[in-house]
C-alpha cells in the first residue's frame, strides 16, 4: 500500500489484520533489517518452490509428447543447414535434460538460504534472551545464520535467484527462438496452433507466433534485473 512509508510499514500493517494487537511486539528483539531479509528469504523461498512445480509440469508434458514421437524423424540443424536426421522426441528430450539441470539449480538455491536472519537486529544482535534455533524452526529454516554484520548485509541469494531465472530464460528463449524459426515461411517446418498466434490488422493471411516473440523478448528485461541488483550491491 503506497499510503504506508516503505515495505517495513506495509509488513507491520498487514501482520495487524492478521494477528491483532500481538503484532505491535514485532521489533521486540527485532530491527527493520533482520525481518525484511526473513521475509525476502521467505517469499524467495516460496517462489522457488512454484518454479520448481512449473518446471515439473513441463518435464512431464515433455516426456509425454517424446513418447509419442520416437518414430517421427525431423531433420537436425547445424548453421540453420539440415545436417543428420533425428527423431524427434530425441530432441524433445533435450529440454527434458535442460530443465531438469534448471529446477537443480533452484532447488540448490533453497538449501543454500536456508539460514534464518531474524535476531540479528539492525547490526549486532540484541540483548534480549531469544532463541533463535527456535525461531528458524517455526520459520521453516534449518538454522539460523551464524554473522550478524553479514546477514544484514547479504544479499547473495537474491543474486543466487535471479541467476538461475536468467539461465532459465534463456532455455525458454531458445525453445522460442526455435519454434518461430521453424514456423517460418523459410522453414515451414511446423504450424502453430491458433491458440499461439495472432493476426495482422491489414493481413489477414497472416498468423504471427506473438507468444513466443514475447517470451524472447522478455528474457531480456529478466537480464536486465540481475544485472540491476549486481550494480546495486557492488558497492555495499
Not at 503484532?23 to 521467505?42: C, L, P
Not at 509419442?68 to 539440415?82: D, R, S
Not at 524433445?92 to 537443480?104: A, G, Q
Not at 506473438?210 to 529478466?222: A, M, Q, V, W
Request: proline residues 3%; contains cysteine.
Amino acid at each position: 500500500n503506497k499510503k504506508y512509508e516503505d515495505i517495513h510499514m506495509n509488513i507491520e500493517k498487514r501482520l495487524f489484520q492478521i494477528i491483532g494487537e500481538e503484532a505491535g511486539y514485532i521489533h521486540t528483539a527485532r530491527s527493520r533489517n533482520d525481518q525484511v531479509i526473513t521475509d525476502f528469504k521467505m517469499w524467495i523461498r516460496s517462489a522457488t518452490k512454484e518454479i520448481n512445480t512449473n518446471l515439473e509440469k513441463i518435464i512431464k508434458s515433455t516426456l509425454r509428447l517424446s513418447e509419442k514421437n520416437i518414430e517421427t524423424v525431423m531433420p537436425g540443424f547445424t548453421h540453420l543447414k539440415n545436417a543428420q536426421p533425428v527423431s524427434f522426441a530425441h530432441y524433445l528430450m533435450t529440454y527434458v535434460e535442460i530443465f531438469k539441470r534448471d529446477k537443480k539449480r533452484f532447488k540448490n538455491n533453497i538449501e543454500s538460504l536456508n539460514e534464518c536472519p531474524l535476531g540479528v537486529a539492525a547490526l549486532s544482535g540484541t540483548s534480549f534472551n531469544i532463541d533463535r534455533h527456535y525461531t528458524a524452526k517455526k520459520l521453516g529454516f534449518s538454522y539460523p545464520t551464524n554473522n550478524s554484520i553479514d546477514t544484514v548485509s547479504d544479499r547473495d541469494f537474491v543474486l543466487d535467484f535471479l541467476f538461475s531465472i536468467s539461465v532459465c530464460s534463456i532455455h525458454i528463449s531458445r525453445i522460442a527462438e526455435e519454434l518461430i524459426i521453424w514456423n517460418s515461411d523459410g522453414f515451414n517446418l511446423i504450424h502453430l496452433s491458433d491458440k499461439v498466434v495472432t493476426g495482422s490488422s491489414i493481413m489477414p493471411q497472416k498468423k504471427n507466433p506473438d507468444l513466443l516473440e514475447y517470451l524472447r523478448g522478455k528474457t531480456g528485461s529478466i537480464y536486465g534485473n540481475l544485472f540491476s541488483m549486481l550494480t546495486i550491491l557492488k558497492g555495499l
